[in-house]
């Protein structure tokens, strides 16, 4: 594997048994992507996005097909490689934030950490986070106190804390209004170039697209041939 290529996906195919009915959620997948990159692959919903990023994520194993990391199968991964590839290697961003109500901000922050047994200077870096993503003020705040698109900084900072070199994001802009979404899909672009993180978006929102380095199309469990323009520049980050 050449030296700036961070995953190397080589014919990943997944299928469900549903009963009786078998369901190809993934049908021979090819994939390479950069260290650094800034991927989205848009499809609409059953186009197999959210079972490719989990195979990705190592939450779930292809039936068929291998994927390798910086040169390793984690499909020949034992559990105990794998857990510590979710743990360290990988940070999620989801649809739906999934922050923990009871915690303030900078506590869901360190829950990665603590999750990811890296109890160094714990709370310090947690407030690092939620500076880098530009809410500094509301670490002491609870989710309910929020705005959509804080909570999802929040989520944001919580990937990062840990200093993954893989972001998976599973529609980060799904659950927002659309300048909020526009916001969000710049935070996350200027945090790729200034971290160089790669991150991987899947989405059915084509807007998310302009902030990309490259676009796929995913379409009935494979990629499509069709094409996208070219990104449009960088935007300066703007709170939300």
Known sequence: MKEDVMIEVKGMERTFNLGEVEVKALRGIDLVVKKGEFLVILGPSGSGKSTLLNCLGGIDSP?????????????????KQLSGYRRNKVGWIFQFFNLIPSLTAVENVALALEMAHDKRDMMKRSQEALDLVGIPDKANMFPSQLSGGEQQRVAIARALVKKPDIVLADEPTGNLDWVTGQKIADLMRDLNQKEQTTFIVVSHDISITEVADRVLYLMDGNFSQKQHREPRSKKVMKEC
Do not use: L
């Open 63 to 79: 039936t068929n097909g291998t994927i390798n990391v910086e040169g390793e199968d984690i499909g020949n991964y034992k559990e």
